[in-house]
């Protein structure tokens, strides 16, 4: 009975992993005071798209510029990491893993 519980939990994990890997993006939330290096480098090195958010930190009560960019999570991860580090090492970075990134670069949206 243990055997069959492992053997089931065992086979549901890679069941998922097998899934949902291909589908899996991650996001990026960069702030930075070089915000607009760190977009260009991106866009021009890694071919991705770049959203600029204006925001403001409240602890601070600074406006901030945000980079938002959303990748394919084992090709342009590291990459991106790395520019950012290149450009300014101060940077803040939130990564994030999503799954069901839809739109240009990503996954057709298939809505009936």
Known sequence: ???????????????????????QSVQFFIFSKEYEKIADRI??????????????????????????VMAKKKSKSIEIFRLVKDIDPNAFISQSAVIGVFGEGFDKLKVK
Do not use: P
């Open 43 to 68: 866009v021009k090195d890694t071919h991705r798209g770049v959203t600029v958010l204006d925001s403001v930190g409240w602890y601070s009560k600074n406006k901030v510029n945000v980079l938002v």
């Open 1 to 23: 009975m243990v055997f069959g519980f492992v053997t089931l939990i065992i086979n549901s994990y890679v069941l998922d992993f097998i899934i949902n890997s291909a589908r």
